[in-house]
């Protein structure tokens, strides 16, 4: 069991690929095939690991807000698929200000609507994402932009116009005023009896 949680550590929390791992127990004096440790990783996560991941999974679906997002992955030896498929993986993260941090990834092979349905269930809490449409199937969540997304657009918008200024300037410098008011409500505490929408 100890050198099972030893390879787990080194693999998942120091980042050790597996071959490095290898040659660490071969210099031990201690010969594990580089498959071997496959097995290991891949068996105790399937036995142990998901039941870890399954309860994180249903404390983050008891929070007012996640954020989501998803980004392409290339898998190079997957069963069934070609070594270009492209796959994803679906990240979910609580707020910031969330008494229980929580970050998981989900590898899917696509980019469907169905798997945040899935994993999000019934959600009913605010779901903050960068608008892509998958994300807004959620029925019964309320769905949020993310406000570095919006952003990005109007930055776009302003490069692609020969002549600069308009309206995508006039967007990024409301978008700066909103950036400032977010930078006082972090830095500056409320006084006593105040909220932090009363200090602003």
């Given at each position: 069991a100890s050198t099972l949680a030893f390879a787990l550590v080194h693999k998942y929390v120091d980042g050790t690929p597996l071959y490095r791992l290898a040659q660490t127990f071969e210099r031990a004096g201690v010969p594990v095939s580089r498959g071997a440790l496959g097995h290991w990783v891949i068996g105790s996560s399937?036995?142990?690991?998901?039941?870890?991941?399954?309860a994180l999974k249903l404390r983050l679906r008891s929070q007012s807000l996640i954020h989501g997002d998803e980004t392409t992955v290339q898998v190079l030896k997957?069963?069934?698929?070609?070594?270009t498929s492209t796959s994803y993986m679906w990240a979910y993260r609580s707020g910031e200000h969330s008494d229980e941090p929580i970050v998981l990834l989900d590898y899917q092979p696509g980019r469907g609507q169905m798997y945040p349905?899935?994993?999000?269930?019934?959600?009913?809490?605010?779901?903050?994402?960068?608008g892509y449409s998958g994300?807004?199937?959620?029925?019964?969540?309320?769905?949020?932009?993310c406000m570095a997304h919006s952003r990005r657009r109007f930055v776009d918008a302003l490069k692609a116009r020969k002549k600069g200024g308009g309206p995508p300037e006039q967007a990024l410098r409301f978008f700066e005023q909103l950036y400032r008011v977010e930078r006082q409500?972090?830095?500056e505490k409320p006084e006593d009896g105040e909220t932090q929408a009363d200090s602003i």
């Open positions: 399937e036995k142990h690991l998901h039941r870890i991941y399954d997957e069963k069934d698929r070609q070594a349905q899935a994993f999000l269930g019934d959600y009913r809490g605010i779901v903050m994402s960068d994300w807004r199937t959620l029925e019964g969540a309320t769905h949020l932009g409500v972090r830095d």
